[in-house]
C-alpha cells in the first residue's frame, strides 16, 4: 500500500497591499517604481514589460472595452502586471492617476522611465509604421474637456448599476485617453506608456469605491464564470480586491505591535 | 470633420413627471475607428464647427477610444469573425460593435415642452491611429428620458 503524505500549506501571514495616489508618492516610493519599471523594461521574455504591454493592443489584444468585461479584464490586467512588478520588488505597488481632482499628469510620470518607455511588441514582424517609444500630447486637443473630471467620476459613483456604471466610468476613461494624447489615445500603444497602469488603477480604484456603496451590485450574471484572457481567472475571482491582495487608500500606516 | 444629423426624435413630456434623466445612446458602434471626440447639438443641425461647448443646442461631449482604422495584422485580422462551426466556443471578437450612452439631461430638459428633438454630432479624429473622415459608425440612435 502507498502512503500519500500531503503536507499542510504553509500559513502566510497576508497583509494587503495599498495602491496609493501618484501624486502623494514620496520620493522614495518615486524611485522605488521607476527602479522597477526600468528593471522590468530590461526583462525580454514573459516575464517583463514589452510582454504585458502587448495584451492590451498590438499583438495579442486581449483587451475589452465599451463592454461588460471592460472592468473585470482590466482589473485581472493590473493585478498580473502588478505581480510581475513584485517578482521584482516585492514592496512596489501601483500607483493612482487622481484625474478628478489633478489637472495634469502626475509629476512622477513626467520625467525619467515614467514618462516614455520603448516599444517593442512580441511579434515575428514589426512595421515601419509602428512607434518606437510612448510619447504623449496632455490637454494638446482643444476639442478635449481640460481635467479634472470630477463631474464624470461623480455622475458614474451615482450609476444604480454595474451596468449603467460601466457605461459611465468608460466615458470618462476614454476622455482620459483621449485627453492625454499620444500614444496613450491609441489602443494599441495605450499600455506600453508606464501612465496607462496609473489610469487604469484609477479606474479599478472608481470601481472599487463603487462596488463599497452597492455591496451585492454584479457584472450580468452570464459573463461571471467567463475567463480573463489569457489567463484562467474569472469575472467573479475578481470582484473582491481584498481576495487580490490589494485595496486603495488615502493612506495606510502600520506601528509594530507586541512581538 | 463629420457632421451627423439624426431624423426627429419623439419623446414624451409630461409636467406632473418632469424628465429627470435623459440619454442618447448610439448602438453598434464600430470600434475600428481612429479615436475621436465629439460634441453633440440638439435642434441646431448647422451648428458650426468651431461653436464649441457655446453653441446653442450644445448638449454634451464625448471621446471615444477607438481600435484604429490602419490594421496593423495580415489581410482580414480585423474582420468580425463567424463562428467556424456550431462547436466554436471561442470568445467573441473584442472588435464587436458597443453602445455608447452620452448623458444629455441638462440640454433636453431645457426642450422638454418641444417633445421632439434632432440630434447633431460632430466628430474629429483625435490624430493618432487615423484621420477618417468619418469616425463614427453606428447602426441606430435611442433617445431615452427618466421621469
Redesign the interface.
Known amino acids: 500500500m502507498t502512503v500519500v503524505a500531503r503536507v499542510q500549506p504553509r500559513a502566510v501571514r497576508a497583509v494587503l497591499k495599498h495602491r496609493k495616489a501618484a501624486h502623494k508618492l514620496t520620493d522614495a516610493e518615486v524611485k522605488r517604481l521607476r527602479e522597477t519599471i526600468k528593471a522590468a523594461l530590461k526583462i525580454s521574455d514573459n516575464r517583463g514589460y514589452q510582454y504585458y504591454a502587448g495584451w492590451h493592443g498590438v499583438p495579442f489584444e486581449w483587451c475589452w472595452h465599451h463592454h461588460p468585461l471592460f472592468l473585470p479584464w482590466h482589473r485581472a490586467y493590473l493585478y498580473f502586471f502588478e505581480l510581475s512588478l513584485q517578482r521584482i520588488d516585492p514592496e512596489v505597488t501601483l500607483p493612482w492617476w487622481d484625474w478628478t481632482a489633478l489637472d495634469d499628469v502626475p509629476k512622477p510620470f513626467r520625467t525619467g522611465a515614467l514618462a516614455s518607455a520603448p516599444i517593442k511588441p512580441f511579434t515575428s514582424v514589426r512595421r515601419s509604421n509602428w512607434p518606437d517609444r510612448t510619447f504623449r500630447t496632455p490637454g494638446e486637443n482643444p476639442r478635449v474637456p481640460p481635467l479634472p473630471y470630477r463631474n464624470l467620476y461623480e455622475e458614474a459613483m451615482e450609476a444604480p448599476s454595474f451596468t449603467s456604471f460601466n457605461e459611465r466610468i468608460t466615458e470618462a476613461h476614454d476622455l482620459v485617453h483621449v485627453w492625454t494624447g499620444g500614444t496613450m489615445s491609441d489602443p494599441a500603444w495605450a499600455a506600453y506608456d508606464p501612465l496607462f497602469w496609473s489610469h487604469h488603477c484609477m479606474v479599478d480604484r472608481a470601481w472599487r469605491i463603487w462596488q463599497h456603496h452597492h455591496p451585492g451590485a454584479l457584472p450580468p450574471a452570464f459573463y461571471l464564470d467567463q475567463p480573463l484572457r489569457p489567463r484562467a481567472i474569472t469575472v467573479r475571482q475578481v470582484l473582491d480586491v481584498k481576495q487580490l491582495g490589494y485595496d486603495y487608500a488615502q493612506s495606510a500606516a502600520t506601528v509594530p505591535g507586541t512581538a | 470633420m463629420q457632421r451627423w444629423t439624426s431624423k426627429p426624435l419623439r419623446f414624451h413630456h409630461d409636467p406632473r413627471a418632469p424628465i429627470k434623466g435623459a440619454a442618447l445612446e448610439l448602438i453598434g458602434?464600430d470600434?475600428r475607428v481612429p479615436?475621436?471626440?465629439a460634441?453633440v447639438y440638439l435642434n441646431n443641425p448647422k451648428v458650426p464647427e468651431d461653436a464649441?461647448t457655446e453653441g446653442r443646442g450644445y448638449a454634451a461631449?464625448?471621446?471615444?477610444?477607438?481600435?484604429?482604422e490602419?490594421c496593423?495584422g495580415d489581410e482580414g485580422h480585423c474582420e468580425l469573425p463567424d463562428a467556424v462551426s456550431p462547436f466554436d466556443q471561442r470568445?467573441e471578437s473584442?472588435f464587436?460593435p458597443?453602445?455608447?450612452?452620452?448623458?444629455i439631461t441638462d440640454a433636453l430638459t431645457q426642450l422638454a415642452q418641444d417633445e421632439q428633438v434632432r440630434v447633431t454630432i460632430l466628430a474629429?479624429p483625435?490624430g493618432?491611429?487615423g484621420s477618417s473622415d468619418e469616425p463614427l459608425r453606428f447602426d441606430e440612435l435611442m433617445l431615452v428620458t427618466y421621469s
Do not use: C, Y
Not at chain 2, 458597443?98 to 448623458?103: D, E, G, K, R
Open positions: 458602434v470600434q479615436s475621436f471626440t460634441n464649441g461631449t464625448f471621446a471615444f477610444f477607438g481600435h484604429g490602419d496593423w470568445a473584442t464587436q458597443a453602445n455608447v450612452t452620452v448623458p474629429w483625435v493618432t491611429n
